[in-house]
C-alpha cells in the first residue's frame, strides 16, 4: 500500500515542497480590478511594446518567471525545471519564453487549469526527488484569446451574458524541496497534495458560455477530493475555483449541492475576484492567466499573511477548440486541485 | 545529494517502472511502408467510419490506449492516469479520448516529442509513488495536420524537397510500477531514466522543414543526457530520435560530430524507418504518431525479442505555429530522451 496515494486521483506529501515565490503581471483592465494593488506589474499598454499581442503575451510569462525568481535571488540557472502553458495554439507563448530561459521545459495544456496542473505535477517531481526547484507559470492574454476562439476584435461584436473576459496577465510561482535554503519570498506556504482530474462533459456547446464547460469538472474533481481524503469542505479556509465566473459559480454551487458537498461560504472564484461588478466584464474573468495571477499575486498574500491557512487551489479548463465546436462538438471541461498550506 | 538526479536534466530510477505493453494504430500509407506487419491495425480509410479526420484522429487515441490496456488483461478502471496529446490546437484527440477513457488525465504539449515526454513523465510518477499504472499516449493524423499547419489537401500543393509526411498513427505505452503484478504484453522492459529537454532554436523559418529545426534540440539533449549519465553513444545498442527524417537526420550526424559525439552507426530515426524510400515521402514520417506507432509497434517488439538491449528513445518536437510563423518566428525545437532496457 503506497501511502503517498490516496485512492485513484489524490496524493498528499511527507516532505511538503515549499512554494516559495510567486509574480503576477496584468493588463491594464486588471489593474484597474480590486486586486489591482495586488500585482508586480500593471501594463499600460497591453502589447508591453512588442509587435503583436502574441508576443506580449509570451514576454509576460517570460518576465512572470523572472520576477518570482528575482524575488529569491535565484538567476535562472538555478531552476532544474519549467512547466507551464497557455491558451495559444501550440502553447506558443511558453515555448517561445522556455527558449529564452533556457530552463528544461515540460510544456502542458491544461487550457486554464495550467496553473494547477503545473503546481500539481511540479510538487510531485520534486516531492518525489526528481527536481529541487521548478518554476510553474500559466499566461493569457483577452485580445489573442479573442481572435483565436471567438472573433477579430476588429469586428467589434457583441459579448452574450454568459461571456468571460480572458484575463490579460501571467502568474508564476517557485517550488522548492522542503530542505532547499533558496532564500524564501513566502516564508511558510507549502503544497501538501492534490487531486488529478478526469475529463468531464455535460455537453454544453456555447463558446461564450466557460463557466458551465467547466463547473461539472470543477464539482467533480472537488468530489473526488474530499471522498479520496477524507475530508470535508470545512476543512478547508477557502476553496478556489479558476475561473467558472458569476454564472459557473452558481452552477457548482448547485452541482456541489447535488453531491452533498456543503461549501457553505467557503468557496471563491478568481474569475469573479479579479473585476469588478463595474467593469463591464459580464460573467467576469477567465483564461489561464486568471487563476495564475489571483493566486500568485493576492492569494498567497493572504496566505503568507495568515488570512488563509488551508486553500483547496483547483483551477479549472475548458478543453474548448474552435475546430471541434465547428464539427458540432461539445466543451469538455478538466479542473486540477492543490492543497496549499500556510505551516510555521 | 539527491541520487534519483543525475544533473540538471536527468533523472534515473532505482525501481524502474515496467513498459509492458504497447499498441500502434496506423493509417493505409504507413501500413504499406517497411514496418507495415509491426502495427496492431491499418486502417484501410483514414477517416476509419468517422466524420471528419478530426474524429478518426481522437478514436485512434483512444483505441490505442485501450488495445494496449487489453493486451495486459486490463480494464480501464485499473489505469490511475493518462498522460498524453497531439498536434492538433488545444490538444483535442488527445482531451476528447481522455473523456471516453475516464481516467485522471494531464494534457501535455511537446509537439512531436509528446511520446517522450509522457513516458518520461509517466515513470517519474510512477517511481515517486504517485501512480502504479500509467497510459502514455500520442497520435498525429496527416490529414488533420496539413490544413491546420500548412494547406488544405484539396488544394494540391506541391510538397518541397524537405518535407516531411505527418504520421497517421496512434501509439500507446503502458507503464507500471515495478512491483505492480499485472499480466505483462512485454516481460522485460523498463524505464530506466532519462533527460528532460530544453526549447533550441537555431533560427530555422520553413515550415516544410521541420527535421532542421528539431536536430539541433536532439543534440543538444543527447549531449546534456551523455555527459550527465557519463555514458557515451556505444553504451546504447540503439539511439533513436522520433522524426528528423533524412535531412534533419543529416544535421543531427553533424551537429553531434561538433559536439564529438560518435554515433558511430548507432543512430535511427522513426521518421525513416516507417517509410520507405519508394514511397514518395520527401524527407521521411513526421508527427507525435511517428515515433508513437514506431516504438510501440517495433521498436518495443525488436527490445522484446532481444534484438535491442539498452535504447535511448529521444522524441523530437517542432514547436511550429501558423500564428508565430505569420508573425515572422522561426521555429523552436525541443527534445526528451528515455532510456529503455531490456532485462530479465
Redesign the interface.
Known amino acids: 500500500m503506497?501511502t503517498?496515494?490516496l485512492g485513484?486521483?489524490s496524493?498528499r506529501f511527507f516532505a511538503p515542497p515549499r512554494l516559495i515565490s510567486g509574480a503576477a503581471i496584468v493588463g491594464d483592465v486588471e489593474g484597474e480590478g480590486p486586486l489591482g494593488s495586488c500585482f508586480d506589474i500593471v501594463l499600460a499598454d497591453d502589447t508591453w511594446g512588442e509587435?503583436?499581442w502574441?508576443?506580449a503575451e509570451r514576454k509576460m510569462f517570460e518576465q512572470a518567471v523572472r520576477l518570482a525568481l528575482q524575488k529569491c535571488a535565484l538567476p535562472v540557472s538555478g531552476v532544474?525545471?519549467l512547466l507551464g502553458?497557455d491558451l495559444?495554439?501550440?502553447?506558443?507563448s511558453a515555448?517561445?519564453a522556455?527558449?529564452e530561459l533556457?530552463?528544461?521545459?515540460?510544456?502542458?495544456?491544461?487550457?486554464c487549469s495550467t496553473m494547477a496542473?503545473s503546481l500539481l505535477?511540479g510538487s510531485?517531481?520534486i516531492?518525489?526527488?526528481?527536481?529541487?526547484r521548478v518554476a510553474c507559470a500559466a499566461t493569457s492574454h483577452f485580445s489573442t484569446a479573442e481572435r483565436?476562439y471567438r472573433f477579430p476584435l476588429e469586428m467589434g461584436g457583441q459579448t452574450t451574458p454568459t461571456a468571460q473576459r480572458t484575463v490579460t496577465g501571467a502568474g508564476a510561482s517557485l517550488l522548492v524541496a522542503a530542505e532547499d535554503d533558496t532564500k524564501r519570498h513566502f516564508a511558510s506556504i507549502r503544497v501538501m497534495g492534490g487531486t488529478?482530474?478526469?475529463?468531464?462533459?455535460l455537453g454544453i456547446t456555447d463558446a461564450n458560455n466557460m463557466g458551465a464547460a467547466m463547473a461539472p469538472a470543477a464539482a467533480d474533481t472537488l468530489a473526488a477530493h474530499l471522498r479520496e481524503t477524507g475530508r470535508n469542505a470545512a476543512d478547508y479556509d477557502l476553496i478556489v475555483t479558476g475561473d467558472l465566473g458569476r454564472f459557473g459559480s452558481e452552477m457548482f454551487h448547485e452541482l456541489c449541492a447535488d453531491k452533498g458537498i456543503d461549501l457553505a461560504g467557503k468557496h471563491r472564484d478568481c474569475g469573479n475576484m479579479i473585476f469588478s461588478p463595474q467593469q463591464k466584464v459580464d460573467c467576469g474573468g477567465s483564461g489561464c492567466g486568471c487563476s495564475g495571477v489571483t493566486l500568485n499575486g493576492f492569494l498567497l498574500r493572504q496566505m503568507e499573511e495568515g488570512a488563509v491557512r488551508r486553500m483547496l487551489f483547483m483551477a479549472t479548463g475548458a478543453?474548448?477548440?474552435?475546430?471541434?465546436g465547428m464539427?458540432g462538438?461539445s466543451i469538455?471541461g478538466?479542473a486540477?486541485a492543490v492543497v496549499l498550506e500556510r505551516g510555521e
Open positions: 503506497n503517498k496515494r485513484r486521483q496524493v509587435e503583436s502574441e508576443k532544474d525545471l502553458g495559444l495554439n501550440q502553447i506558443i515555448n517561445f522556455a527558449r533556457a530552463i528544461p521545459f515540460l510544456g502542458l495544456y491544461g487550457a496542473e505535477l510531485m517531481l516531492d518525489g526527488g526528481y527536481a529541487n483565436q488529478i482530474g478526469r475529463v468531464v462533459d478543453l474548448m477548440s474552435p475546430t471541434a464539427q462538438d469538455p478538466i486540477h
